[in-house]
């Protein structure tokens, strides 16, 4: 079993920063892809920002620039740093991470963090 917790949310006026974290921990498993997204009320949870184990990411259009996703791979962590907070920016924000495990084959499992809030104000 994979348990995912997240942790940095709050409230932030326009223009500040703010920094995600969140911690996969179990054992059995490797990570692959790890991602934060968000959602509002009433809209469907949208990426914001993903990398894959080797690094490689990529970010909705709208935070481009403003947010960088890091992980360390060796404590299973990812972070979001968000920077120039705009009220848009104002939603729960969720970790995913995307693990490999021998289930008596090796297979592929997607586990969710609670969600923070992360709320804007202009």
């Known amino acids: 079993q994979v348990r995912v917790v997240e942790s940095g949310g709050g409230l932030v006026q326009a223009g500040g920063s703010l920094r995600l974290s969140c911690a996969a921990s179990g054992s059995g498993f490797s990570i692959t892809d790890m991602g934060w997204y968000r959602q509002t009320p009433g809209k469907q949870r949208e990426l914001v920002a993903r990398i894959t184990s080797r690094g490689r990411t990529n970010y909705v259009d709208s935070v481009k620039g403003r947010f960088t996703i890091s992980r360390d791979n060796a404590e299973n962590t990812v972070l979001l740093q968000m920077n120039s907070l705009k009220p848009e920016d104002t939603a729960v924000y969720y970790c995913?991470?995307?693990?490999?495990?021998?289930?008596?084959?090796?297979?592929?499992?997607?586990?969710w963090g609670q969600g923070t809030q992360v709320t804007v104000s202009s």
């Open positions: 995913k991470v995307e693990v490999e495990m021998v289930v008596g084959v090796l297979s592929t499992f997607q586990y």
